[in-house]
């Protein structure tokens, strides 16, 4: 069963352009999480989706930032315009579907996404 | 809203000594705690979870936690560690809903091992 699969793993974008993000759950999750790292910080929530839902965006910058999880294909975290302060690593985590509360999330390798 | 803190935000140990890493969490009930680790340019791996039960909990690699909530604490301890530990460690906590379960973490402590 291959684990959390995120691509690209580097990307570089200059000030203005547009960085797009994917992430293939695990297979039989069906929720995904997108948390951002900044430099010499921890993790913080973005974004929570389930199939074709976005469940809860309140850690999600309320411009520029988007994200989708369709029914078919990964999830998707775009930033257009991209800014410096941008600059950061991305994770995504995976879960399955909810029996109860045990539900651990699984995270991917992560894009590291450096703006010029 | 819930919170974690991780006093030390750098740990330097000699290669086979003990090892604790501290975390404490502000919630009223008691919620989901986690411990994750992270190398140098990798994502995040799950060492152990606390959800119920046994307040001590065994993870991979030979690493433990103990809830302890009179204190807030979940502290990971390591009886002897090994070069390869040598990473960032993240505490977590989650308080499920059966919705939403999203992370709260702490701001990590790095881990140098010392020969």
């Known amino acids: 069963n291959a684990g959390v699969m995120q691509n690209p793993r580097h990307l570089v974008r200059r000030r203005g352009q547009e960085a797009r993000l994917r992430c293939s759950p695990m297979k039989g999750h069906s929720h995904v999480y997108w948390y951002r790292q900044l430099p010499e910080e921890g993790l913080k929530f973005m974004v929570y989706l389930q199939k074709e839902n976005i469940i809860d965006e309140s850690g999600m910058p309320k411009e520029r930032f988007s994200a989708e999880f369709p029914k078919e294909g990964p999830s998707i975290l775009r930033i257009q315009q991209v800014v410096r302060g941008d600059s950061a690593a991305y994770f995504c985590?995976?879960?399955?579907?909810?029996?109860?509360?045990?539900?651990?999330?699984?995270f991917g390798p992560g894009t590291r996404l450096t703006v010029l | 809203a819930q919170s974690v803190t991780q006093p030390d935000i750098h740990i330097t140990v000699s290669e086979g000594a003990s090892l604790e890493l501290r975390c404490n969490y502000s919630y009223g009930a008691t919620p989901y705690l986690f411990w994750y680790v992270q190398s140098p340019g990798q994502g995040l791996q799950l060492l152990l979870k606390y959800f119920s039960g046994d307040t001590l909990v065994q993870g991979i690699k030979g690493f433990e936690a103990e809830f302890k909530r009179s204190q807030s604490s979940f502290n990971l301890r390591k009886p002897s560690v090994h070069w390869s530990d040598a990473a960032e460690y993240f505490c977590?906590?989650?308080?499920?809903?059966?919705?939403?379960?999203?992370?709260?973490f702490g701001t990590g402590t790095r881990l140098t091992i010392i020969p």
């Open positions: 985590a995976s879960s399955p579907p909810r029996r109860g509360g045990d539900d651990t999330q699984y």
């Open positions: 977590a906590v989650v308080v499920s809903n059966f919705g939403n379960e999203k992370l709260t």
